[in-house]
């Protein structure tokens, strides 16, 4: 069985504003197992560059997108039989909704959509699904780690990243950080 | 029985840059269930004044505190009989260690201790138990809110807030907001 691909699309992100968030938000992206993320409009090079070496120096793979519409990144994913869920804390709350099983039943590539502060209507209309990490204000980057640790149950926690130049070794005090390769 | 307090503690806020991703902090200790959030070492107003203004509209209680030196902050709550958790990608990986199972044997009052960029190597020391939430760089924010998760189960994700003017009623499609009294 092909392994089932998963994407995180962020959508409104603003250079000036967003830096930090929209960089935690790849972070977790790729330390909770997602395969790649892509940051619509925009080409904002720094922040591709940060990601990218995070990647070089704790592993892949993961892969970094820059640019595209929103609109046509979502009506893409789904032409080619994936399921778009849109996070939102307008949405379904993901506690007393059944997608999890859903997600593992369809095995389809999954694209998981966050927004920045406003996101546009339509965005609610295109998503297969719109999904609440509970019903209160908080932050996208919290919904995404949620959403994907409980897709992946956890495992994503444990996982190897390939190709890396350091790795922790976790310890009950202090830091031990060994090169390798 | 006593209800048990969770509190966070973030250390190391620099109002100049740390401004969005302390709020998030902030946001996410109060909607993944936490009672408070204590920002050490600070007196940034403005912080203090957008949170404020989230628990009065979306309800609490949830306390908010600006200032105390971390140190003296973990050493009251240990002498009062509480139990510090840092997060830290260095530490016990969560998913191989039985703190869970500690915290809920314990039944103590419980803060938990996030960092900005560097945390000082004191803080190893003084908690009782180095979490990491993985180790793989990420987030504060994430790891704060899989940390909680854990912790209440995702019962916080259903949890009802008091005093709210706005409530959120969840919908598959579009938003649907009511005011509250």
Chains 1, 2 share one sequence.
């Not at 089932?4 to 930090?20: A, E, N, T």
């Not at 495992?155 to 090169?179: D, H, M, S, Y």
């Amino acid at each position: 069985m092909k392994k089932r691909k998963v994407y995180v699309l962020r959508i409104g992100h603003r250079p000036s504003r967003d830096k930090r968030i929209s960089t935690h938000v790849g972070l977790v992206a790729r330390a909770f197992g997602a395969d790649g993320i892509i940051y619509s409009n925009t080409n904002d090079r720094g922040l591709y560059q940060s990601l990218m070496k995070v990647v070089e120096t704790w592993g892949g793979p993961f892969e970094v997108k820059l640019g595209g519409h929103w609109r046509q990144i979502i009506k893409d994913w789904k032409d080619r039989g994936g399921v778009v869920i849109h996070l939102t804390m307008y949405g379904e709350n993901i506690e007393q909704s059944d997608i999890l099983r859903k997600l593992r039943e369809l095995e389809k590539d999954v694209l998981v959509v966050v927004g920045a502060e406003k996101v546009p209507g339509e965005v609610y209309d295109l998503a297969d699904f719109n999904i609440a990490i509970g019903n209160q204000p908080h932050s996208e980057v919290a919904a995404l780690a949620i959403f994907l640790d409980r897709l992946f149950e956890g495992r994503e926690l444990t996982k190897e990243f390939k190709n890396a130049k350091l790795k922790i070794i976790p310890q009950i005090r202090g830091k031990k950080v060994v090169k390798i390769g």
